[in-house]
């Protein structure tokens, strides 16, 4: 059980164009969704958290015109980069708490690897 | 701020000995304190969670203890393998909502 799912795995995409990562909890409601950055031999950087039917929080120094995040159902959530340059390759991990009713535990995607030229 | 600080180094252990990776934070103590497990190029996998209240938690060949007279958090996999090899993170419980402020993560290498 407690099983995310991001989508797609890997994307290579032309600078000034937007890209839209898509992350699912697969068996159970997510109550709380969240971003996380990690830069090569850096740790995770949360992004913003989401929560379904509201506004994302983000963190400080994130962009949130620039990361777009919707959080439409207890399953879904989507992070998109728009008008992405190359600054923003990086490897893009979303979470998910709530599995079985634990809000304090996170099961993390696979990871999305963003590669802008 | 808070500082969350691992064993920069990567650490090599030989076969069946114990693996300890530390973990020191500084500040304020979180309500809980969590490790995870993470392959490169994939996302961080959960492996335990020890709240403020507890000193100890075990999970088949995993040992975790918290210290928050020292602010510390020691990680122990007994009968290590080589398939133990990966970089292992801990986090933090920050500022409430649930978030997590992850350490820099120190990689093991369980060598044959």
Known sequence: GAVVSQHPSWVICKSGTSVKIECRSLDFQATTMFWYRQFPKQSLMLMATSNEGSKATYEQGVEKDKFLINHASLTLSTLTVTSAHPEDSSFYICSAGGASGATDTQYFGPGTRLTVL | ?112
Do not use: M
């Open chain 2, 1 to 112: 701020s808070q500082k969350i600080e691992q064993n920069s180094e990567a650490l090599n252990i030989q076969e069946g000995k114990t693996a300890t990776l530390t973990c020191n934070y500084t500040n304020y103590s979180p309500a809980y304190l969590q490790w995870y497990r993470q392959d490169p190029g994939r996302g961080p996998v959960f492996l335990l969670l020890i709240r403020e209240n507890e000193k100890e938690k075990r999970k088949e060949r995993l040992k975790v203890t918290f210290d928050t007279t020292l602010k510390q958090s020691l990680f122990h996999i007994t009968a290590s393998q080589p398939a133990d090899s990966a970089t292992y993170l801990c986090a933090l419980e920050l500022g409430g909502g649930n978030k997590l402020t992850f350490g820099t993560g120190t990689q093991l290498k369980v060598e044959l």
